[in-house]
């Protein structure tokens, strides 16, 4: 059963536009949301947070976005790198563990 | 260094065989977790530690899969009698208390069931 899904599993950009990533989740005893970023190789790195109290958290170019009535969580790039190319986990947390969707592999074109 | 650091980075093994694969954690982490992720999937949840308390061990997928952490640090994956559908990626993750805080990875071991 998966419990967080990213239903775009790649997603191409050119440099300097917005990139907008797409997480939708089922369970909502979720309290907490995580992004994080995978290139080749490398473990994740944690990226950006949101607690469910809040619907925006912003951090430099990431802004990341809660829908809780539609269970829908998004990213936001703003303006995209080609260093931000690489594969874009989200995760939400019930409190007792993490479930992770599948990732969307985002190309930003220079 | 200062991040969490797995070993081997890739390990290839015959089926049947027995793994051990070795995670080191952030120093000050009490928290320490695996997953394991198959190609084309997210990261699926194996085991969770938090400090001296049992761990959870709900998502460990067999009998055949089990972990220690010895010492509040070091943790050690093991799968015994290794199956083709067991090749993935291992990946290691702390963080400095629970689950209410972001988890550090490591880079992962790529296991190969041949």
């Known amino acids: 059963d998966q419990q967080v899904k990213q239903n775009s599993p790649s997603l191409r950009v050119q440099e300097g536009r917005i990139s907008i990533l797409n997480c939708d989740y089922t369970?909502?005893?979720?309290?907490?949301f995580l992004w994080y970023k995978k290139y080749p190789a490398e473990g994740p790195t944690f990226l950006i947070s949101i607690s469910s109290i809040k619907d925006k958290n912003e951090d430099g170019r990431f802004t990341v976005f809660l829908n809780k009535s539609a269970k829908h969580l998004s990213l936001h790039i703003v303006p995209s790198q080609p260093g931000d190319s690489a594969v874009y986990f989200c995760a939400g947390n019930n409190g007792n563990q993490f479930y992770f969707g599948t990732g969307t592999s985002l190309t930003v074109i220079p | 260094g200062a991040g969490v650091s797995q070993s081997p980075s890739n390990k290839v093994t015959e089926k049947g065989k027995d793994v051990e694969l070795r995670c080191d954690p952030i120093s000050g982490h009490t928290a320490l977790y695996w997953y394991r992720q198959s190609l084309g999937q997210g990261l699926e949840f194996l085991i969770y530690f938090q400090g001296n308390s049992a761990p959870d061990k709900s998502g460990l997928p067999s009998d055949r899969f089990s972990a220690e952490r010895t010492g509040g640090s070091v943790s050690t994956l093991t799968i015994q009698r290794t199956q083709q559908e067991d090749s993935a990626v291992y990946l290691c993750?702390?963080?400095?208390?629970?689950?209410?805080?972001?988890?550090?990875f490591g880079d992962g071991t790529r296991l190969s069931i041949l």
């Open positions: 369970n909502s005893m979720f309290d907490y």
């Open positions: 993750a702390s963080s400095f208390q629970g689950w209410n805080q972001p988890q550090h």
